[in-house]
T-cell receptor
């Protein structure tokens, strides 16, 4: 069964460092998303991406964040200068069409020290 | 703005007992509705979804949910829980026909006691 894959599963980084989280969405999907979940809290939407551009972003997704689809398969989230409060589980998701459900990856746990 | 309320932070049920997890939403129209399950250290797995049509939807692992427009609710049910159902359950809403991000509730932690 096709699935969304995320790498790495766990990343530890020092405050102020740049980090790139990687995702491979399901191959025929057109819409891509990043969400985050701070430990013990709810899942929060960060950004959606379609047709090689951001289609929606939340207030959390400030100038420190960027997304990119550098090739036909990868979808990345970059955090330019990490802060302690960026520590969270980051989920990538994709969906095939507008009227379909989103499939989530297993997540990358980011720990900023 | 849309929002999702899951009023129960924790629920404990005995194995074999029935289960109902509550979800209420606030949205201008009828949204797309979802239930996801998250086992410890795992990602989010879709249990079921409602887009339109029959208000009682069946999902995986024996779960079902009923959409009640008058109550703005989408409660999740299972007639007999198994120990493997212990997990975090999230209700989510999305714009109908849209491709925007989902809004999640805070989740309900389900504990199964023997």
């Amino acid at each position: 069964e096709p699935e969304v894959t995320q790498t790495p599963s766990h990343q530890v980084t020092q405050m102020g460092q740049e980090v790139i989280l990687r995702c491979v969405p399901i191959s025929n999907h057109l819409y891509f998303y990043w969400y985050r979940q701070i430990l013990g809290q709810k899942v929060e939407f960060l950004v959606s991406f379609y047709n090689n551009e951001i289609s929606e972003k939340s207030e959390i997704f400030d100038d420190q964040f960027s997304v990119e689809r550098p090739d036909g398969s990868n979808f990345t989230l970059k955090i330019r200068s990490t802060k302690l409060e960026d520590s969270a589980m980051y989920f990538c998701a994709s969906r095939a069409l507008r009227n379909t459900e989103a499939f989530f990856g297993q997540g990358t746990r980011l720990t900023v020290v | 703005a849309q929002s999702v309320t899951q009023p129960d932070i924790h629920i404990t049920v005995s194995e074999g007992a029935s289960l109902e997890l509550r979800c209420n939403y606030s949205y201008g129209a009828t949204p797309y509705l979802f239930w996801y399950v998250q086992s410890p250290g795992q990602g989010l797995q879709l249990l079921l979804k409602y887009f339109s049509g029959d208000t009682l939807v069946q999902g995986i692992k024996g779960f079902e949910a009923e959409f009640k427009r008058s109550q703005s609710s989408f409660n999740l049910r299972k007639p007999s829980v198994h120990w493997s159902d212990a997990a975090e359950y999230f209700c989510a809403v999305g714009a109908p026909g849209g491709a925007d991000g989902l809004t999640f509730g805070k989740g309900t932690h389900l504990i199964i006691q023997p």
